[in-house]
């Protein structure tokens, strides 16, 4: 079983920047591909990016390539989110994820889930 906890959050002007953690306990982050999704009042929960355990493969979805970055600390046990140039429609829970299949994209890949985290972008 893992365990995942987002933090973060917050409040942030447009075009400003934030860094959302998730610390990972239970299980060792080095054999699971972590993602980020993200839910928006009244919209399904989409994909946003994630990173293999080895690395090898990163994904992002279109609408946060060159503005969102995933990165993992597995010594940590710790996955990151640094999101710049942040948008009003960025505005969503985020959560964390981790997935056992090597490549993972899709919410019904991924076995574990935090709670989330609110990021709310102003205009």
């Known amino acids: 079983q893992v365990q995942l906890v987002e933090s973060g959050g917050g409040l942030v002007q447009a075009g400003g920047s934030l860094r959302l953690s998730c610390a990972a306990s239970g299980r060792t982050l080095s054999s699971l591909t972590m993602g980020w999704f993200r839910q928006a009042p009244g919209k399904e929960r989409e994909f946003v990016a994630a990173t293999s355990w080895d690395y090898g493969r990163t994904l992002y979805a279109d609408s946060v390539k060159d503005r969102f970055t995933i990165s993992r600390d597995n010594a940590k046990n710790t996955v990151y989110l640094q999101m710049n140039s942040l948008k009003p429609e960025d505005t969503a829970v985020y959560y964390c994820?981790?997935?056992?299949?090597?490549?993972?994209?899709?919410?019904?890949?991924?076995?574990?889930w935090g709670q989330g985290t609110q990021v709310t972008v102003s205009s």
């Open positions: 994820a981790a997935a056992q299949r090597y490549s993972a994209s899709r919410r019904g890949e991924y076995d574990y």
